[in-house]
C-alpha cells in the first residue's frame, strides 16, 4: 500500500514537472516581436535557382541590390492567405523603391492548380516552386508562412514564422529597404546588419 | 479488454498526451491515437471498432470535408487482410470554427478529441485467428498563426476471427 501510494507521489510530480516545462517552452515560442527559429538573422541568404510557375527559372542572386521578402507559403495553409494581399499591396507600394516579393510555394500540388490559386488570389509577384533542398538550406521550414527578410546586400535581417500583422510586415520591409547597397562586402560586416541597419546611401535606388 | 491490458493502456494514452502538452518541437506529431483494445469479429459478421485520436491543444486538423478544395482534408485508410473487409467509415462531423487569422471565415476542423468508426466484416468462410489491420491517418495541422506540412501517424490494431 505504501509502495503504492509512493508510486503515485512521484507520478504525479513528474507529471506536473513535465507540464511546468512545457509551459514554460510554450511562453517562449509564443512571445517575442519575432518567432526567430534557428540562428539566421545576419547570415548570408543561400542562393537557389527555382522554377516559376510559368516555367522561367530564378535564383535569389538575381535580385542583388533589391531588397527582397521571401515567403514560403502552400496553398493549404489559411494563414498565408490572411499575407497575401498584404503582399500584393506592398509589392505595389514599395516596388519602385526597391521592394521584390518572391513567393516560395511549398506545395506537393500539381503547378497548374497552385498557379490557379495564386491567380485567384491576385498574387502580382512571382511564385516559385520550392523544394526540401530549399526549405533545408534556409533553415529547414517547418511552419508555414515563413517570411524571411533580405537586404540589399542578400543577408537575412529577419525571419518571421507564423502569421504577423501587416504593421510588422511593413516595418520589416522598411528595414531591409533602408539597407545599403554594398554588394561585395565581406562576410564579417555584412554579419552586423541585422542587429545595426545602416542609413540609406544617397544615391540608393 | 482485460483489466490490466486496459489500465496499462489507458496510462499509454495518458503519458503520450501529455507530450502534446508541451512545446511542440517543429518534428513532432500532432495527433496521436488511443491504443485499440482486441476486436472479436465471429465469422460472417461485422462488428464497429472505434479509433479514438486526440489533437495537441492549440492545434486543430482539417475535418474530412473541409471547407475548401484547397484545404487537406482528415482521411483514414485501412489495410485489412484478407480474413476481413473494412465496409465502412465514419468520421465524425467537423466543428465549424473561426481562427484569428481569418475571423469571418469559419472553417470545419476537429480539435482535442475525435473518434473514426471503421465497421469490420469477417465472411463466413474467414478462417478463425487472430489478424492485424493497419493503416494510416492523414491530417494537416494548424494553429492560431501557421500551418505544419500534412502528416501521417500509423493506425494498428488486432482483430480476432472466432468460428460460430
Given at each position: 500500500?505504501?509502495?503504492?501510494?509512493?508510486?503515485?507521489?512521484?507520478?504525479?510530480?513528474?507529471?506536473?514537472?513535465?507540464?511546468?516545462?512545457?509551459?514554460?517552452?510554450?511562453?517562449?515560442?509564443?512571445?517575442?516581436?519575432?518567432?526567430?527559429?534557428?540562428?539566421?538573422?545576419?547570415?548570408?541568404?543561400?542562393?537557389?535557382?527555382?522554377?516559376?510557375?510559368?516555367?522561367?527559372?530564378?535564383?535569389?542572386?538575381?535580385?542583388?541590390?533589391?531588397?527582397?521578402?521571401?515567403?514560403?507559403?502552400?496553398?493549404?495553409?489559411?494563414?498565408?492567405?490572411?499575407?497575401?494581399?498584404?503582399?500584393?499591396?506592398?509589392?505595389?507600394?514599395?516596388?519602385?523603391?526597391?521592394?521584390?516579393?518572391?513567393?516560395?510555394?511549398?506545395?506537393?500540388?500539381?503547378?497548374?492548380?497552385?498557379?490557379?490559386?495564386?491567380?485567384?488570389?491576385?498574387?502580382?509577384?512571382?511564385?516559385?516552386?520550392?523544394?526540401?533542398?530549399?526549405s533545408d538550406d534556409f533553415g529547414d521550414?517547418?511552419?508555414?508562412?515563413?517570411?524571411?527578410?533580405?537586404?540589399?546586400?542578400?543577408?537575412?535581417?529577419?525571419?518571421?514564422?507564423?502569421l504577423f500583422s501587416r504593421g510588422e510586415?511593413?516595418?520589416?520591409?522598411?528595414?531591409?529597404?533602408?539597407?545599403?547597397?554594398?554588394?561585395?562586402?565581406?562576410?564579417?560586416?555584412?554579419?552586423?546588419?541585422?542587429?545595426?541597419?545602416?542609413?540609406?546611401?544617397?544615391?540608393?535606388? | 479488454?482485460?483489466?490490466?491490458?486496459?489500465?496499462?493502456?489507458?496510462?499509454?494514452?495518458?503519458?503520450?498526451?501529455?507530450?502534446?502538452?508541451?512545446?511542440?518541437?517543429?518534428?513532432?506529431?500532432?495527433?496521436?491515437?488511443?491504443?485499440?483494445?482486441?476486436?472479436?469479429?465471429?465469422?460472417?459478421?461485422?462488428?464497429?471498432?472505434?479509433?479514438?485520436?486526440?489533437?495537441?491543444?492549440?492545434?486543430?486538423?482539417?475535418?474530412?470535408?473541409?471547407?475548401?478544395?484547397?484545404?487537406?482534408?482528415?482521411?483514414?485508410?485501412?489495410?485489412a487482410p484478407e480474413q476481413l473487409t473494412?465496409?465502412?467509415?465514419?468520421?465524425?462531423?467537423?466543428?465549424?470554427?473561426?481562427?484569428?487569422?481569418?475571423?469571418?471565415?469559419?472553417?470545419?476542423?476537429?480539435?482535442?478529441?475525435?473518434?473514426?468508426?471503421?465497421?469490420?466484416?469477417?465472411?463466413?468462410?474467414?478462417?478463425?485467428?487472430?489478424?492485424?489491420?493497419?493503416?494510416?491517418?492523414?491530417?494537416?495541422?494548424?494553429?492560431?498563426?501557421?500551418?505544419?506540412?500534412?502528416?501521417?501517424?500509423?493506425?494498428?490494431?488486432?482483430?480476432?476471427?472466432?468460428?460460430?
Amino acid at each position: 500500500m505504501k509502495r503504492n501510494a509512493l508510486v503515485f507521489v512521484v507520478l504525479v510530480g513528474a507529471i506536473i514537472g513535465m507540464l511546468a516545462a512545457g509551459k514554460y517552452l510554450d511562453r517562449t515560442r509564443k512571445h517575442g516581436p519575432l518567432k526567430m527559429v534557428g540562428n539566421v538573422k545576419g547570415v548570408q541568404a543561400p542562393d537557389f535557382d527555382l522554377p516559376t510557375l510559368d516555367g522561367r527559372r530564378v535564383k535569389l542572386s538575381d535580385f542583388r541590390g533589391k531588397a527582397v521578402l521571401l515567403n514560403f507559403w502552400a496553398t493549404w495553409c489559411s494563414p498565408c492567405q490572411i499575407e497575401m494581399p498584404w503582399f500584393v499591396e506592398l509589392q505595389k507600394q514599395y516596388g519602385k523603391d526597391g521592394l521584390v516579393v518572391l513567393g516560395v510555394a511549398m506545395d506537393d500540388s500539381e503547378p497548374s492548380k497552385i498557379a490557379e490559386f495564386a491567380h485567384e488570389m491576385g498574387v502580382n509577384y512571382p511564385v516559385l516552386l520550392g523544394t526540401d533542398q530549399v526549405s533545408d538550406d534556409f533553415g529547414d521550414v517547418q511552419f508555414l508562412p515563413t517570411t524571411f527578410y533580405i537586404d540589399r546586400d542578400g543577408v537575412i535581417v529577419d525571419k518571421a514564422a507564423g502569421l504577423f500583422s501587416r504593421g510588422e510586415i511593413e516595418n520589416n520591409i522598411k528595414k531591409i529597404l533602408a539597407s545599403s547597397r554594398n554588394s561585395g562586402a565581406p562576410q564579417t560586416s555584412r554579419a552586423s546588419v541585422g542587429n545595426t541597419l545602416a542609413p540609406p546611401p544617397k544615391d540608393a535606388p | 479488454m482485460t483489466k490490466p491490458a486496459g489500465t496499462v493502456a489507458a496510462v499509454v494514452f495518458f503519458l503520450a498526451t501529455l507530450g502534446l502538452a508541451q512545446a511542440p518541437s517543429e518534428k513532432q506529431s500532432y495527433v496521436i491515437m488511443a491504443p485499440v483494445g482486441n476486436v472479436q469479429l465471429r465469422a460472417g459478421a461485422s462488428t464497429s471498432v472505434e479509433m479514438d485520436f486526440r489533437i495537441g491543444s492549440e492545434f486543430h486538423i482539417n475535418s474530412h470535408h473541409p471547407k475548401a478544395d484547397y484545404l487537406i482534408p482528415t482521411v483514414l485508410k485501412l489495410n485489412a487482410p484478407e480474413q476481413l473487409t473494412v465496409a465502412d467509415l465514419k468520421y465524425p462531423e467537423g466543428e465549424e470554427m473561426a481562427f484569428a487569422f481569418a475571423p469571418n471565415d469559419k472553417l470545419s476542423v476537429y480539435s482535442g478529441d475525435f473518434s473514426i468508426n471503421a465497421v469490420l466484416k469477417a465472411p463466413a468462410k474467414a478462417a478463425a485467428g487472430s489478424y492485424p489491420v493497419k493503416g494510416e491517418l492523414r491530417f494537416q495541422a494548424c494553429d492560431h498563426s501557421a500551418c505544419y506540412p500534412p502528416r501521417s501517424i500509423p493506425v494498428q490494431f488486432q482483430v480476432t476471427v472466432v468460428k460460430k
